[in-house]
Nanobody
Framework: QVQLVESGGGLVQAGGSLRLSCAAS????????MGWFRQAPGKEREFVAA????????YYADSVKGRFTISRDNAKNTVYLQMNNLKPEDTAVYYC????????????????WGQGTQVTVSS
């Protein structure tokens, strides 16, 4: 099972940018599809973005499409989430996830979760 550690969260003004990183341990990273989820206070965890094993395919939640970009570097065992034009409603704890399934990852079909990193967007 892969262990995941997120970093890069913080406080940013609306319209600003952040890049989240998720470092994975183990030799199986390149065999996993990866995703990002988020959970705002008082709300359920929701899907943000997913990327397949090679990095050649991605998909996004409608709420972040055009503003967020997911990418990965299999040589560094790391997945990224570039977040641009951030809005106050993007405030949440962001979680990295690993899955053997790409097309159902958005449904929470996940094998491993990270511990989360806080993103706060001020208006």
């Amino acid at each position: 099972q892969v262990q995941l550690v997120e970093s890069g969260g913080g406080l940013v003004q609306a319209g600003g940018s952040l890049r989240l990183s998720c470092a994975a341990s183990g030799r199986t990273f390149s065999s996993k599809s990866m995703g990002w989820f988020r959970q705002a206070p008082g709300k359920e965890r929701e899907f943000v973005a997913a990327i397949n094993r090679s990095g050649g395919s991605t998909y996004y939640a409608d709420s972040v499409k055009g503003r967020f970009t997911i990418s990965r570097d299999n040589a560094k065992n790391t997945v990224y989430l570039q977040m641009n034009n951030l809005k106050p409603e993007d405030t949440a704890v962001y979680y990295c996830a690993a899955s053997t399934a790409f097309y159902t990852l958005h449904s929470g079909v996940v094998n491993s979760w990270g511990q989360g990193t806080q993103v706060t967007v001020s208006s």
